[in-house]
């Protein structure tokens, strides 16, 4: 607004501000939004992980579990009877 009104009478000064207030509004609107958009990427990223740490957990757990109970089944099989 500030360079249409300034180059409608003539003061190329405030034009040329007009234009660097214009830029540096978009600049600072354009950098907001890359930071969102890295924030919003990091928080998914961050929830991946956890899902695929929690995954992992859970998978490891299980393999501990089916090995416990097939060397408590080998252990069963060689038991002495008393």
């Not at 490891?60 to 060689?78: G, L, P």
């Amino acid at each position: 607004m500030k360079e249409k009104v300034s180059e409608t009478v003539g003061n190329q000064r405030l034009a040329n501000e007009g234009l660097a207030n214009q830029v540096k509004s978009a600049a600072k609107e354009t950098w907001g939004n890359a930071k969102d958009v890295v924030h919003a990427n990091d928080e998914a990223d961050r929830r991946k992980a956890e899902r695929n740490a929690n995954d992992t957990r859970e998978r490891i757990s299980n393999k501990i579990q089916d090995m416990k109970e097939r060397v408590n089944e080998r252990t069963d099989q060689h038991r002495k009877p008393a």
